[in-house]
């Protein structure tokens, strides 16, 4: 009879290799981390191993059932923060996400960041209150996202560094006389969803690719500074109220090495639509290399009746989504391929739940309109 080896108090666990324990560390809060350090000598330094940090104040503390932000549970908090970021610098951080909008000494959260870029961190998501120097710190910052950034107290905000690529600005509330500098001569794309604010200096964008705009104008402020700023673009996406800004302006910026241009249009500006036909005219006509144009059957309405002939001219693809039947949307389709001399694709999407009957009708009307390009395809769905 073999005989049986009875096991007791068998550390398995502590066994396995650092890559599977610290793959089991991430599932933890950041507290029951460091807790774990007292298990053994095997676990003390586990946790300064851990590649992606993530400390969330105001959640962590309301998990452990506090009702209102004490300074002892606060500066106990900061104190776990300084201890896996600062008393053990030991290994690199791909990500490092701090959330706390509560009130912590600046100097701080400035030892917080600076421990971070120190440990090479890649990708840094911070949800706290300005800090003014932070964008200095970041030496080789390339992507840049600025969400619900208070600016009410901040006259001028400034976004100035020289490897920055993508910029994206959402929901900023800057205040009623807000002035912002972009300053970034490797922007590639440029993301800005937002109020418009008193005054912008847009400066060393040359290198700027890709830019989405839109843009709400309660205050009714005259945007010609900023679209000059971006006109070097070459793919420009325009909401409707962004698409009436530009129009506004006189007079109306050039953008001379724009290649493709997408409008949306939403049915709560609809009525002001027919007064954008002259604007738009203007617009499409001092485009000379614009290739690709997008945009859903409402701007289709706004177009003017017959299109410059110099886009046409030009002009490669085209694409209509929301594309219903009527009247209107069809006859301008049929003059696009009845005169787009150089155009190769017209896609058309149609609008929701149309059948697959009624869209079969649209391909049968458009297919036997004549059309001047020897080389197009149409596509409808």
Same mark, same amino acid.
């Given at each position: +009879?073999?005989?049986?080896?009875?096991?007791?108090?068998?550390?398995?666990?502590?066994?396995? $290799?650092?890559?599977?324990?610290?793959?089991?560390?991430?599932?933890?809060?950041?507290?029951?981390?460091?807790?774990?350090?007292?298990?053994?000598?095997?676990?003390?330094?586990?946790?300064?191993?851990?590649?992606?940090?993530?400390?969330?104040?105001?959640?962590?503390?309301?998990?452990?059932?506090?009702?209102?932000?004490? $300074?002892?549970?606060? @500066?106990? @908090?900061?104190?776990?923060?300084?201890?896996?970021?600062?008393?053990?610098?030991?290994?690199?951080?791909?990500?490092?996400? #701090?959330?706390?909008? *509560? +009130?912590?000494?600046?100097?701080?959260?400035?030892?917080?960041?600076?421990?971070?870029?120190?440990?090479?961190?890649?990708?840094?998501?911070?949800?706290?209150?300005?800090?003014?120097?932070?964008?200095?710190?970041?030496?080789?910052?390339?992507?840049?996202?600025?969400?619900?950034?208070?600016?009410?107290?901040?006259?001028?905000?400034?976004? /100035? $560094?020289?490897?920055?690529?993508?910029?994206?600005?959402?929901? *900023?509330?800057?205040?009623?006389?807000?002035?912002?500098?972009?300053?970034?001569?490797?922007?590639? @794309?440029?993301?800005?969803?937002?109020?418009?604010?008193?005054?912008?200096?847009?400066?060393?964008?040359?290198?700027?690719?890709?830019?989405?705009?839109?843009?709400?104008?309660?205050?009714?402020?005259?945007?010609?500074?900023?679209?000059?700023?971006?006109?070097?673009?070459?793919?420009?996406?325009?909401?409707?109220?962004?698409?009436?800004?530009?129009?506004?302006?006189?007079?109306?910026?050039?953008?001379?090495?724009?290649?493709?241009?997408?409008? $949306?249009?939403?049915?709560?500006?609809?009525?002001?639509?027919?007064?954008?036909?002259?604007?738009?005219?203007?617009?499409?006509?001092? #485009?000379?290399?614009?290739?690709?144009?997008?945009?859903?059957?409402?701007?289709?309405?706004?177009?003017?009746?017959?299109?410059? /002939?110099?886009?046409?001219?030009? #002009?490669?693809?085209?694409?209509?989504?929301?594309?219903?039947?009527?009247?209107?949307?069809?006859?301008?389709?049929?003059?696009?391929?009845?005169?787009?001399?150089?155009?190769?694709?017209?896609?058309?999407?149609?609008?929701?739940?149309?059948?697959?009957?009624?869209?079969?009708?649209?391909?049968?009307?458009?297919?036997?309109?004549?059309?001047?390009?020897?080389?197009?395809?149409?596509?409808?769905?």
């Amino acid at each position: +009879m073999a005989k049986q080896v009875k096991m007791e108090n068998v550390d398995r666990i502590s066994g396995l $290799h650092d890559s599977i324990l610290i793959h089991i560390l991430s599932f933890l809060s950041a507290k029951q981390v460091i807790r774990t350090s007292i298990l053994s000598t095997r676990w003390r330094y586990l946790f300064a191993l851990l590649p992606n940090l993530h400390f969330d104040f105001e959640g962590d503390l309301w998990r452990r059932g506090y009702t209102s932000y004490r $300074h002892i549970d606060i @500066y106990s @908090y900061a104190s776990l923060v300084d201890k896996m970021l600062i008393t053990h610098n030991m290994t690199n951080i791909d990500k490092f996400r #701090l959330k706390c909008r *509560t +009130m912590i000494d600046p100097d701080r959260f400035h030892a917080w960041i600076s421990a971070a870029v120190h440990r090479g961190v890649k990708h840094l998501d911070l949800n706290i209150s300005p800090v003014k120097s932070l964008l200095s710190g970041c030496t080789s910052l390339e992507d840049l996202v600025i969400e619900k950034f208070l600016m009410s107290n901040i006259s001028n905000f400034n976004i /100035s $560094h020289p490897f920055l690529k993508r910029l994206t600005l959402l929901y *900023t509330y800057q205040s009623d006389y807000g002035w912002i500098t972009i300053d970034a001569p490797n922007l590639v @794309y440029l993301e800005y969803d937002d109020e418009l604010v008193a005054g912008y200096s847009l400066q060393n964008l040359q290198s700027l690719v890709k830019a989405d705009i839109d843009i709400s104008n309660s205050l009714q402020v005259d945007g010609s500074t900023f679209f000059r700023g971006i006109c070097n673009v070459r793919s420009l996406i325009l909401s409707d109220t962004s698409l009436e800004l530009l129009l506004s302006c006189a007079p109306l910026p050039v953008f001379p090495n724009l290649v493709k241009l997408k409008i $949306h249009c939403s049915n709560d500006l609809r009525p002001y639509y027919d007064q954008w036909e002259k604007g738009l005219e203007t617009l499409l006509s001092s #485009l000379p290399e614009l290739e690709k144009l997008e945009f859903n059957q409402e701007a289709l309405i706004s177009l003017p009746e017959k299109a410059p /002939s110099s886009l046409l001219s030009k #002009l490669k693809s085209i694409k209509i989504s929301d594309f219903t039947d009527e009247r209107d949307c069809i006859g301008k389709a049929k003059y696009f391929l009845k005169n787009g001399r150089a155009l190769e694709k017209l896609t058309i999407r149609t609008a929701l739940r149309y059948s697959g009957e009624r869209k079969s009708k649209i391909s049968k009307v458009l297919s036997a309109s004549p059309w001047e390009s020897k080389h197009l395809c149409i596509f409808i769905f």
